[in-house]
Every structure is written in structure tokens, then in C-alpha cells.
């Protein structure tokens, strides 16, 4: 791993550090608040773990650490509080705080170059037409067990569940959310699988069989 690189790498997991921190100082909802960053506290350990033995692509790092910037202040505010998000809608003249449509993109567009990079490094599939397929099935199968993780507990906390869904109201809530997760997974491998796959190419060729980066 080159010095520039890792001088970015650890300049963003100390940002992504701080911003947990600072985000989890006084979150409108602490509950919310974890549930919505979980899933960065499970990340960052795991790339920290496993940045030598099984190192990323630069472009997928970059790209999870934007969809853990998005998560922590979709923790803090809550996603229908959003500041940035009432800002879009007036610009747009939208009737709801459109930023958990944003983290709901961003479900798709990561978790399709996460699946796109194992797929390739491991050669379990061959033919960009499968491979698009099950990148794309991968990422709704995940958007799907979040709405069904976000079911759960609706059904568990009631009404204290509803800062976490951030509904706001919408009946088509699940449905637009699923479609966000879509579209995200879409624009992933429509404008950036080249992008990725140079850099495949130079982080294989620069890392020997033995180290287990393959």
C-alpha cells in the first residue's frame, strides 16, 4: 500500500472516528441514533481488521466512507431532520425531507461496488451480464432485509420506532426506498465499474498471491 494512500486511509478513518463522536455527543434520539450507525460501527473495525490482508479498491473506500458520513447525520438529526435535507426540498419545492431517500441511494450505490469487487477478486462469477444481475440482486436483497429489520421494530418500539423509519408519513415509504436502493446499485455499475475495474487490475498486480489479497 502506497504512502499517499495510506495517509488518506487513516486521515478518513479519523475523520469517520470524530464524526461518530461527534454526532453521538447529543443526538436528537440516542436509540435512533445507534440503530442508524450501526451498520459504521461494524464497517470501521472490520476495513481496519482487514486492510492488509484483504485491502480495497481506493474508489470503494472513498465511497464507504461518504455512505458513513451520510449514516452518522442521518443518526444524529434523524432522517426527517435533517438540516441539509430541508434545504433540498425547498430548492425542489418537495413536501418532505427528501435525505433518507439520499441514504436509501447511497443503500444501493455501496453495497453494489462492495458486491462487484468480491465477485470479481474471486472469480465467482463469470460474464458482465451475470455479474450485473447478481450485484443487483445482492443490493435488493439487502434494501429488502432493512425494510424488514425496520418492520421489526415498528413492531418492537411502536411509536418510538417512527425517528427511525422516517416515514413521514409516506404509505409508499418501503416501496420509493427499495427504488432508491435500485437506482443507486444502477448508477454504481453504469458509471463506475470501469473506474473500479482499473484499479482492480493495480491492486492485484501490486499485491502477490501470498499475501491473501486475491
Not at 12 to 19: F, T
Not at 31 to 37: G, K, Y
Not at 158 to 166: H, P, S
Not at 173 to 186: E, H, N, P, V, Y
Amino acid at each position: 500500500m502506497s504512502s499517499p494512500r495510506s495517509s488518506l486511509l487513516i486521515l478518513a478513518l479519523a475523520a469517520q472516528l470524530g464524526l461518530l463522536v461527534h454526532t453521538g455527543w447529543q443526538p436528537y434520539d440516542r436509540l435512533t441514533w445507534l440503530m442508524e450507525v450501526l451498520p459504521v460501527l461494524i464497517a470501521v473495525p472490520l476495513l481496519v481488521a482487514t486492510h492488509r490482508t484483504y485491502p480495497l479498491t481506493s474508489l470503494l473506500y472513498a465511497v464507504i466512507f461518504v455512505h458513513g458520513v451520510i449514516l452518522v447525520f442521518g443518526g444524529m438529526y434523524t432522517y426527517a431532520r435533517v438540516p441539509l435535507g430541508f434545504q433540498v426540498a425547498d430548492w425542489l419545492e418537495l413536501s418532505r425531507n427528501p435525505y433518507d431517500k439520499l441514504g436509501h441511494f447511497f443503500q444501493g450505490f455501496c453495497p453494489a461496488l462492495v458486491a462487484r469487487e468480491i465477485l470479481l477478486r474471486g472469480h465467482y462469477v463469470r460474464g458482465r451480464r451475470m455479474l450485473a444481475f447478481l450485484v443487483t440482486a445482492v443490493v435488493l436483497a439487502i434494501s429488502a432485509s432493512y425494510e424488514l429489520i425496520e418492520w421489526g421494530a415498528a413492531l418492537a418500539l411502536g411509536q418510538g420506532a417512527d425517528e427511525f423509519l422516517g416515514t413521514q408519513g409516506d404509505p409508499w415509504d418501503t416501496q420509493s426506498d427499495m427504488f432508491c436502493a435500485l437506482l443507486g446499485a444502477l448508477v454504481a455499475q453504469c458509471f463506475f465499474s470501469r473506474w473500479q475495474d482499473r484499479q482492480l487490475a493495480a491492486l492485484t498486480a501490486a499485491s502477490p498471491p501470498a499475501a491473501g489479497a486475491d
